[in-house]
């Protein structure tokens, strides 16, 4: 396994670095890409990961990823984590700036990124996994733009692995439902307080350990197991509106 390498988009916080750490810890070479660099160069201190600072928002940003790659590879692994929600606007009054930001950053960048890393594995073998959200399999009131960009991107994976069927690709799609990391809510509602209050009356959402440990396992099964597949939910969460405080 210790010549096994894998890429990990978002890596500087939350779900991303986490699954950076797991990973490592079960013998993978790891190369974590974000836009942060002292976040970056903190997580290979505290792991011995390698890293790139790229915007896979932009043909740069990836060009700039492909390149490092190149140099260090051959990838055996992509976890595509980079992602994110921005404002909870009603269809009604929808932000149209917020949608094409999700967009480029949910859909766009993880198109890209795979669609340039995806020869080489076609040619060796690989496994690519993609962060997708309890939200791209169901709606909620105040995410339509968020839940949009997540069901576009689970049309990736699961186009993908009719087109790639026979090949030595596997295609996993995780679906998380609440987990508290440190930026998400925030960087969605704006404020701590409120991203305090998406949990409140939860006593254990999952966290990113616990989705990092799904990435794991999924990697490190036999290369003829393909998990298509995961939805992750605490057991305090029934649905994406039902949750323990609601029923309290």
Same mark, same amino acid.
């Given at each position: 396994?210790?010549?096994?390498? $894998?890429?990990?988009?978002?890596?500087?916080?939350?779900?991303?670095?986490?699954?950076?750490?797991? =990973?490592?810890?079960?013998?993978?070479?790891?190369?974590?890409?974000?836009?942060?660099?002292?976040?970056?160069?903190?997580?290979?201190?505290?792991?011995?990961?390698?890293?790139?600072?790229?915007? =896979?928002?932009?043909?740069?940003?990836?060009?700039?990823?492909?390149?490092?790659?190149?140099?260090?590879?051959?990838?055996?692994? =992509?976890?595509?984590?980079?992602?994110?929600?921005?404002?909870?606007?009603?269809?009604?009054?929808?932000?149209?700036?917020?949608?094409?930001?999700?967009?480029?950053?949910?859909?766009?960048?993880?198109?890209?990124?795979?669609?340039?890393?995806?020869?080489?594995?076609?040619?060796?073998?690989?496994?690519?996994?993609?962060?997708?959200?309890?939200? $791209?399999?169901?709606?909620?009131?105040?995410?339509?733009?968020?839940?949009?960009?997540?069901?576009?991107?689970?049309?990736?994976?699961?186009?993908?692995?009719?087109? =790639?069927?026979?090949?030595?690709?596997?295609?996993?799609?995780?679906?998380?439902?609440?987990?508290?990391?440190?930026?998400?809510?925030?960087?969605?509602?704006?404020?701590?307080?409120?991203?305090? $209050?998406?949990?409140?009356?939860?006593?254990?959402?999952?966290?990113?350990?616990?989705?990092?440990?799904?990435?794991?396992?999924?990697?490190?099964?036999?290369?003829?197991?393909?998990?298509?597949?995961?939805?992750?939910?605490?057991?305090?969460?029934?649905?994406?509106?039902?949750?323990?405080?609601?029923?309290?």
């Amino acid at each position: 396994m210790s010549n096994r390498n $894998a890429v990990v988009t978002g890596a500087s916080s939350g779900i991303g670095r986490a699954t950076v750490k797991k =990973l490592i810890d079960t013998g993978w070479n790891v190369i974590a890409v974000a836009r942060r660099e002292d976040r970056l160069r903190s997580l290979a201190e505290e792991t011995g990961c390698r890293f790139v600072v790229a915007d =896979l928002t932009t043909e740069s940003g990836v060009a700039h990823l492909v390149e490092f790659v190149n140099e260090n590879g051959p990838v055996h692994a =992509l976890v595509n984590n980079a992602g994110g929600a921005f404002g909870v606007d009603s269809i009604a009054e929808a932000d149209f700036g917020r949608w094409e930001k999700m967009f480029e950053l949910n859909v766009m960048a993880t198109l890209r990124v795979t669609r340039a890393l995806l020869p080489a594995m076609r040619e060796s073998g690989g496994a690519i996994v993609f962060m997708t959200s309890t939200a $791209a399999h169901d709606t909620y009131p105040g995410g339509g733009g968020y839940v949009a960009a997540k069901h576009a991107e689970r049309m990736i994976p699961l186009t993908m692995r009719q087109e =790639l069927v026979g090949e030595p690709v596997r295609i996993m799609e995780i679906a998380p439902g609440m987990v508290r990391t440190e930026e998400f809510s925030l960087n969605r509602l704006g404020s701590q307080e409120k991203a305090d $209050a998406v949990y409140q009356g939860v006593n254990q959402p999952l966290v990113a350990e616990d989705i990092a440990e799904a990435v794991s396992w999924c990697l490190n099964l036999p290369d003829h197991v393909n998990i298509d597949s995961m939805i992750i939910r605490p057991v305090e969460q029934g649905t994406n509106t039902l949750t323990k405080r609601m029923r309290s």
